[in-house]
């Protein structure tokens, strides 16, 4: 019986790099938010404004999220090896994301209660101390803003497929709108007395968060979910197939492709053809010109 050496036909299944400044970024970003949380939420209580009130609470939930988004990048880096993960621990990262979308749309459901109920029972507010607090908000969901925006891989020029970080990215960018829109509810209900523009910004907020959350769950869903039939690696791997380098005419009788990394798919293909001469190698060969094929599975059924 001869012994074979079969580790020259391993390989690792670790297909994204990871992004490191991201993480430091985000860890940086969940520490300054928890802070500002409490600051807005005692400020909101003391001073009686729902809108600033709102965005306290409203940031806890994005201390969490960035929280979450945090520790994703720590565990997909840490698994990143692991056996059990059969195509990496990239979509770690992923779910991450989704999950902070749907912490968004929660959160958003929440302010909108609480709007109502302060637009039905109208509270006296503190504005000028109120705005002050406010300010200081805004101030340091700009901040963040830059942290994050400068967090990227500068190695990867397509950094904006990093969901988890589009994810962070996208709470701070939420609680700047929330902290615009609670300074304008204070200026008009201290100008001009408009006490119910507090509520109303509130419900606006909400109403933003939603809409830029909805975008995340799509985005992200479609990872989840390996629907990326549509890209357009898939033509490219049926033109080569079917019109490249085989001499005796190939078809594609099943095709799969999903994603693994940022930038990263993974393929299976079965192809039917009258080229006798065609081996999976010739095939793996053939696409390799594609550099996003990151790793192909391939069976060849020869017609007679």
């Not at 945090?70 to 990239?90: L, Q």
């Not at 300074?183 to 910004?201: F, K, N, R």
């Not at 629907?227 to 099943?254: K, P, W, Y």
Request: net charge negative.
């Amino acid at each position: 019986m001869h012994t074979h050496d079969f580790s020259i036909w391993k390989h690792e299944h670790v297909f994204d790099s990871g992004n490191r400044l991201a993480e430091h970024g985000a860890k940086t970003v969940m520490w300054i938010t928890l802070i500002m949380m409490v600051v807005e939420i005692a400020g909101g209580w003391w001073y009686n404004s729902m809108a600033l009130l709102a965005d306290g609470w409203h940031m806890s939930s994005h201390a969490l999220a960035l929280g979450l988004s945090a520790f994703a990048y720590v565990a997909a880096r840490h698994y990143a090896r692991d056996p059990r993960f059969a195509f990496g621990t990239w979509k770690i990262e992923v779910l991450a994301g989704y999950t902070s979308a749907i912490l968004l749309i929660c959160v958003s459901v929440i302010m909108v209660v609480s709007s109502i109920e302060r637009l039905l029972s109208p509270q006296p507010i503190h504005y000028q101390e109120a705005m002050l607090v406010a300010g200081i908000g805004l101030a340091v969901n700009l901040v963040c803003a830059y942290i994050l925006g400068g967090a990227h891989d500068h190695h990867d020029d397509d950094h904006h497929h990093d969901l988890n970080l589009s994810s962070a990215y996208l709470h701070v960018i939420a609680d700047a709108a929330t902290s615009v829109l609670a300074i304008v509810a204070l200026v008009g209900g201290w100008l001009y007395g408009w006490t119910w523009l507090d509520p109303v910004m509130g419900m606006v907020g909400a109403g933003l968060i939603v809409i830029w959350a909805r975008g995340l769950i799509i985005e992200t869903g479609k990872v989840l979910l390996d629907r990326e039939m549509d890209h357009g690696v898939v033509d490219e791997i049926r033109q080569a197939i079917e019109t490249g380098f085989s001499e005796g005419g190939s078809r594609l009788a099943d095709l799969h492709v999903w994603r693994v990394g940022k930038k990263a798919y993974s393929a299976a293909l079965v192809v039917v053809t009258h080229d006798s001469g065609l081996t999976p190698e010739r095939v793996k060969a053939g696409l390799r010109i594609y550099e996003e094929i990151v790793h192909i599975t391939v069976e060849i059924n020869q017609c007679s």
